[in-house]
């Protein structure tokens, strides 16, 4: 009975069903007041209300059952700069956002980042967009909110590809304090530049996205596997002869 209600509290979450994901996971714990994984949860649901000092509370609940719980002190260190009564609303997440595919989409650790207060508010999942200047591309909330900036190698390779006629859609991966990574996905290629792919992978994978606050079960939630190369250099891009 638990493991069905914890089932339909993460279904709740992952469609956007706050409201009812709280009431859903406040059932388990009249049951079990000390389920460390509903608390996470139910912290998670009071963030994405705006009861910010629901979700802190419950989260330092968490910390006094267990002091090493990462979930826990991540949701706090991540909402130190969050103001109680905002809505932090989060789209709801599709886990087939993150399939990779080679040549056409890479995870990038973002640089330089922004204030914490903005990167405070992201969630994995949030879709975000690229704004090119100079020799340099940010990374931006759809509030045009600076997050981050790509790495120069990178920047520079997409900044030509988006000059050929190539187009990006991009979404959250992870955010914290000191890290944020980012899942960009080419969504256009022009036809004349069929055979030059946006990125060099050899690595595909495919591992549905459920965050680990959402999760009813100790172990780690399963994540994409980073491509961690760095170093992509701008390839030329050679036309195709059928113009």
Known sequence: MEDDLAQEAIKQALEGNWEIAIKLNKQILSEDEDNIDALNRLARAYSEVGRLDLAKATAKKVLALDPFNTIATKSLEKWKSAKSGEVYKSDPIKPQLFLEEPGKTKVISLIHLGDNSVIAKLDAGDEVKLN??????????????????????????????????YEYAIWIKSAGKKEVKVFIREVKRPNNYFNVPSFTSEKIDYISFTPPELIH??????????DTESS????????????
Not at 232 to 240: G, Q
């Open 132 to 165: 090119a200047h100079g020799h340099k591309i940010s990374v931006c909330t759809k509030e045009s909110r600076y997050i981050g900036r790509l790495p120069d190698d990178i920047s520079a390779r997409i900044k030509t590809l988006l000059k050929k006629g």
């Open 217 to 226: 079960k100790k172990d780690e939630a399963l994540v994409l596997t980073d």
């Open 232 to 243: 992509d250099e701008v390839l030329p891009v050679v036309e195709s002869e059928e113009e």
